[in-house]
């Protein structure tokens, strides 16, 4: 199965890049992973609304360019449907099964995630009502991916 997880923004700070290696490099059994970037729009701080939805629409263009017609999409929004770690082991399984040879995971930069890129979404995910920082938030993915894996091989890992 292939992986690939598009986001929006660089990973300025080390201890990110760090764990980030940490589970690109454990993922490596289990899966070919595979991490996109696309450019983020600076936003001001008094953003208005027209301003919000122009770099939303902006960023929303660059990941579509690579959302791949063949791939399961699970777009990350705080509305989204909260699974478990089981549950998110579960539904990898049921794509791996169903066929699915490719999932994208994608990640939105600090205002989010377009329209556009969430109506193409198979799935919307959450995982919290909390907001945290796109750049931790990929390395939370990266963990529980590797966790779903874990878990579909009945193999131990910390709970």
Do not use: C, N, W
């Not at 890049?17 to 899966?31: F, M, P, Q, S, T």
């Not at 263009?61 to 989204?80: M, P, S, T, W």
């Amino acid at each position: 199965m292939k992986i690939t997880i598009l986001a929006v923004g660089k990973i300025k700070e080390a201890f990110y890049r760090d764990a980030i290696a940490e589970y690109v490099k454990r993922l490596g059994r289990y899966a070919k992973l595979e991490i996109l970037e696309t450019s983020d729009e600076k936003t001001p701080d008094d953003a208005s609304e027209t301003e919000t939805k122009r770099i939303l629409e902006l960023e929303g263009e660059r990941l579509l360019k690579h959302i791949r017609a063949d791939a399961y999409v699970i777009a990350l929004v705080i509305q989204g449907k909260m699974l478990d770690s089981v549950e998110l082991s579960e539904k990898i399984r049921q794509l791996g099964v169903g066929g699915a040879s490719h999932i994208q995971f994608v990640i939105g930069g600090s205002l989010g995630l377009s329209e556009a890129v969430r109506k193409r979404a198979d799935l919307q995910l959450s995982f919290s009502k909390m907001t945290f920082p796109h750049q931790l938030m990929r390395v939370i993915l990266l963990e529980q991916i590797y966790r779903s894996f874990r878990i579909l091989r009945h193999e131990p890992y910390h709970k």
